[in-house]
């Protein structure tokens, strides 16, 4: 979520921007994946947590990228993992969506 939406959250702006844009953006992504030209590799930034070299490598196979071997990607991966965090929002002290906006999310989400 882009991190200046942020001084709507709570505001009739802020529920008219989730129930306008939510549903554009999952047939958005539907879109993009039902397309036969379409080569799209999905990521999700836990299993970049918990499984990186196996992640790395299911990346560089997707960009058909020659990486030598596990071990190779191994070597250059190795470095401290904090490059890869999200960036923390310091001083918020509410959640982005109510519990209405949750609901309608998910219920779009996993429609």
């Known amino acids: 979520m882009h991190t200046h939406i942020c001084m709507y959250a709570g505001t009739p702006e802020w529920d ?26 999905v990521v999700y930034y836990e299993d970049l947590l918990t499984n990186k070299l196996e992640e790395i490598i299911k990346i560089l196979d997707f960009l058909d990228i020659d990486y030598g071997s596990p071990e190779q990607v191994q070597i250059r991966i190795s470095k401290d993992f904090t490059e890869f965090k999200r960036p923390q929002m310091k001083g918020l002290s509410f959640q982005y969506y109510t519990l209405k906006q949750t609901y309608f999310i998910k219920t779009v989400i996993h429609d």
Request: zero cysteines; proline letters at 0%; glycine letters at 4%.
């Open 16 to 41: 008219s921007f989730i129930a306008a844009y939510m549903q554009g953006w999952k047939e958005r992504i539907i879109n993009w994946l039902v397309q036969d030209h379409a080569k799209v590799h």
